[in-house]
């Protein structure tokens, strides 16, 4: 069975203080790992698609990176507006060619005070 | 905005009582899939639909069922309601089928919100 852990569960950081979200994924074969932000009561927003161990990409203050065990969000000088939940999902191999359904873990509560 | 639209925003009901989740994907997008978010568990799949047929199944009970209609639409509906049934249920949609890439990338609704008195 699929599963994603992300640590830590909950993170505060000060404006400009930079740190990293793990995901660390176990999947039978990996279509795509993708990272999500999701703010108070609203719907999961896309971030990143990552499908290849070394594959790095890059929005505004984030930067997700992928090994074949992990998952890294990097956010350097975050700013209050960044403070939300941030979820990791994995898309797996599975049989039936058109099953992409994802697999999340709980996420990351991110914090960011002025 | 993602594109893909969900009504109602807020549902309140009774035990016992039937409701329907209504969900429009993203033009273009074929494939439909249900989420339903709880505190305790997270973001769980439901089911897929891709373009009319159901696809998978994941942690659906059997009082929960969905169709894609023609127009690509979808429904969840629950019935016999129960208070664990409280939750944020999400729809997102996604290229889906032959058109995808390796990965499929889904983009979510802004979700309803189900709450079971």
């Known amino acids: 069975e699929d599963q994603v852990t992300q640590s830590p569960e909950a993170l505060r950081l000060q404006e400009g203080e930079s740190s990293s979200l793990n995901c660390s994924y176990t999947v039978s074969g990996l279509r795509g790992l993708f990272w999500y932000r999701q703010d108070p009561g609203k719907g999961p927003e896309f971030l990143f698609t990552l499908y290849s161990a070394g594959e790095e990409k890059e929005k505004e203050r984030l930067k997700a990176t992928l090994t074949k065990k992990e998952s890294f969000l990097h956010i350097t000088a975050p700013k209050p507006e960044d403070s939300a939940t941030y979820l990791c999902a994995v898309q797996a191999v599975n049989s039936g060619g058109s099953n992409y359904k994802l697999t999340f873990g709980k996420g990351t509560l991110l914090t960011v005070n002025p | 905005d993602s594109g893909v639209t969900q009504t109602p925003k807020h549902l309140i009901t009774a035990t016992g009582q039937r409701v329907t989740l209504r969900c429009s994907p993203r033009s273009g997008d074929l494939s439909v899939y249900w989420y339903q978010q709880s505190l305790d568990q997270g973001l769980q799949f439901l089911i897929q639909y891709y373009n009319g047929e159901e696809r998978a ?20 509906n629950l019935s016999s309601l129960e208070l664990g049934d409280s939750a944020l249920y999400f729809c997102a949609s996604s290229v889906g089928g032959l058109a995808a890439l390796w990965w499929d990338t889904q983009y979510f609704g802004p979700g309803t919100r189900l709450t079971v008195l």
Not at chain 2, 57 to 76: M, T, V, W, Y
């Open chain 2, 57 to 76: 199944k994941g942690n659906i009970l059997e009082r929960f069922s969905a169709q894609q209609f023609p127009d690509l639409h979808s429904e969840l």
